[in-house]
């Protein structure tokens, strides 16, 4: 098994359950001509998402960590007329290509992008009551993960789904006296749900045609 079979793999799921179509591949290509990381949700897990989605019945959705928006995107296909998803991203000029990806795909009626640090952003939602979210979707930096779920957990009712992406790192999650502040938070992040008795949790290995990683995914139980 190698990066290249992944990739095989990834493009026939693509091309058969998962579906394409212009508004993502405009975003994708506006995102990589912006100069952004290569580092948005494949097709299937921003498909994954879209049905969380659903299933939750989702009116209200929080994302930490905009990027392009191809994964508020997926999402926010889910949202019905009324619904709302709020993402919160750091950069100004990667929201304002966001912005123009999540307007072509016709979801700028439902679709919030704010800009500054999640960390800031975060307690101001929350003081406007913005929440409960019925699902969050945590991908931004990985060194503040403990503190993103928190937030989440905060602005949850009984019943919401809280995912977050990127919790294996290829498999350096392992390793305990990691100098890597990413690797750090995502193990923080382990500990700080497998300690919190409001939720019910699991995490899942993925791999992809990028890399070797991974999502948590935590159910409500408790009011927040
Ligand atoms: C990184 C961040 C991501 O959100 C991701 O999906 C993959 C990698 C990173 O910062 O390394
Ligand atoms: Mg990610």
């Known amino acids: 098994m190698d990066k290249q079979q992944w990739m095989a793999v990834e493009?026939?799921?693509v091309s058969t359950v998962v579906g394409q179509d212009e508004a993502l591949d405009a975003a994708a290509a506006d995102a990589q001509r912006a100069g952004m990381p290569t580092i948005a949700v494949p097709p299937n897990h921003g498909k994954f998402l879209q049905l969380l989605a659903l299933m939750q019945g989702a009116q209200r959705i929080l994302e930490v960590g905009t990027l392009g928006g191809l994964s508020a995107?997926?999402?926010?296909?889910?949202l019905p007329e009324h619904g709302r998803l709020v993402t919160l991203e750091h950069?100004?000029?990667y929201a304002e290509v966001a912005r123009a990806s999540i307007a072509r795909a016709g979801l700028d009626d439902r679709v919030e992008v704010r800009v500054g640090a999640a960390l800031e952003t975060l307690p101001v939602l929350a003081e406007e009551g913005a929440g409960p979210f019925d699902l969050a979707f945590l991908d931004a930096d990985k060194e503040n993960n403990p503190a993103y779920f928190e937030w989440a957990l905060e602005m949850s009712r009984p019943g919401s789904v809280i995912v977050v992406d990127n919790v294996v790192r290829g498999g350096r999650v392992l390793e305990a006296?990691?100098?890597d502040a990413m690797v750090q938070g995502v193990r923080r992040l382990h500990t700080t749900v497998a300690a919190e008795?409001?939720?019910r949790a699991t995490s899942l290995q993925t791999v992809d045609s990028k890399e070797y990683d991974g999502f948590l995914m935590a159910y409500v139980e408790k009011p927040a």
């Open 11 to 13: 493009e026939y799921l």
């Open 73 to 78: 995107i997926w999402m926010a296909r889910a």
């Open 91 to 93: 950069n100004e000029a």
């Open 177 to 179: 006296d990691s100098d």
């Open 197 to 199: 008795p409001r939720v």
